[in-house]
């Protein structure tokens, strides 16, 4: 129907930018008149006689991080839109189509290859200071200062700064890539992650403060029981009483503690009316003929050891001719109670008042032998 040869496309046997403004204005004639579905065959010829030049473009940014096939691609959707939008009395197809072409693949560099979203002002601000830090360096022989790349672009230096450390986010480093050396290490390894662990402390920190409001004999019994793995029967064996008594002790400390985590002021202990406390220190000084007899029982901790110090210090200077600690009632003796005997030794000692410790349980011997403190055997 149109086999004019002045209207019609001309073969591709020689592409050169005459031709293609040649095939540009013959496909404007072409279609000129015809419906738009009569046009999809004529502009179809046009794109495939510009595609050599479209894929000529392309290959001008190969290198730069992307895949070649995708700028190529890039480069076709821009020639599409060159096609559907020439207007042949605005100038050259082929200087209008390179335009078109370089901007998508500009726009795709800028938008599709971050690593890490940026805005798009950062993004336009990070290509002028590329292309400001390149003109700067050939005329100043080189690399320019931000505040000289503030003045060249007329931007605040805190956008200039902005812009440089954004540039970093083009192409992060993987996760999976050595540290370096001769390490196994991967960048991912030096990345912290959520502690499951922080959920629990004010609850660490609380049940914390409230076992050392515990008598000493529970504390040590709940360290052995929850820390040391310990059985009940070697509780037991290691305080010298029953297990029946071990599990007694361990259900009213942890009942305790349950209720102290749920009130706003810990319940006082409360060690039952039918029975004394047998974790509450007492202390009794009885004067013998001329030795001075100081009777020890409960527990030893840091609440009593203080009134243990002031009664074995007052038994000394009183110089006596000896000075006997009965600790047949005692059921242990924690670091503070330990301090406090040793307190009365070094006295005792500077003084010259002979000091026996005398009727030691079996697990309080073993604490204070290794503590230094050698009771005599009863």
């Known amino acids: 129907m149109f086999g004019q040869t002045s209207t019609t496309t001309p073969p591709p046997t020689d592409r050169g930018l005459e031709d ?34 479209a894929g000529r473009l392309a290959r001008r940014y190969r290198g730069r991080g992307e895949p070649l096939e995708d700028l190529e691609q890039v480069a076709r959707l821009g020639l599409v839109n060159a096609v559907d939008r020439y207007d042949p009395e605005r100038g050259s197809f082929t200087a209008y189509a390179a335009i078109t072409i370089v901007g998508e693949i500009k726009r795709h560099f800028r938008d599709r290859t971050w690593g890490v979203h940026v805005p798009r002002r950062l993004r336009d601000l990070i290509l002028e200071v590329g292309q400001a830090t390149a003109a700067l360096t050939s005329e100043l022989s080189r690399a320019p200062t931000v505040a000289e790349l503030s003045k060249r672009l007329e931007t605040p230096e805190e956008e200039i700064l902005a812009a440089l450390e954004s540039a970093a986010g083009y192409s992060p480093a993987s996760l999976n890539a050595p540290v370096g050396g001769e390490s196994s290490a991967e960048f991912g390894d030096l990345v912290g992650e959520s502690d499951n662990a922080l959920e629990s402390v004010d609850d660490r920190v609380t049940v914390s403060g409230l076992l050392h409001r515990l008598p000493w004999r529970e504390r040590r019994i709940l360290a052995m029981r929850f820390y040391g793995n310990q059985t009940q029967a070697e509780i037991a064996a290691r305080f010298g009483i029953s297990q029946m008594h071990v599990s007694r002790l361990l259900s009213r400390a942890l009942t305790w503690l349950r209720q102290a985590m ?117």
């Open 20 to 53: 293609l403004d040649a095939a540009a204005l013959a496909y404007a004639a072409r279609i000129e008149g015809l419906p738009p579905e009569r046009r999809q065959e004529a502009r179809d010829d046009l794109v495939r006689f510009a595609l050599p030049f």
């Open 262 to 378: 749920l009130a706003d002021a810990p319940p006082p202990w409360q060690n039952g009316a039918a029975e004394p406390d047998p974790g509450k220190t007492r202390i009794s000084v009885k004067q013998n003929g001329d030795r001075v007899v100081v009777e020890v029982g409960g527990e030893v901790d840091r609440d009593g050891a203080d009134q243990l110090r002031r009664a074995m210090l007052e038994a000394v200077t009183g110089q006596p001719s000896e000075v006997v600690v009965d600790l047949v009632g005692a059921g242990g003796f924690d670091a503070g109670g330990i301090a406090a005997l040793m307190a009365g030794r070094d006295a005792a000692a500077r003084t010259g008042v002979p000091l026996r410790l005398t009727r030691v349980q079996p697990a309080v011997r073993r604490s204070l032998t290794a503590a230094g403190l050698a009771p005599a055997r009863d």
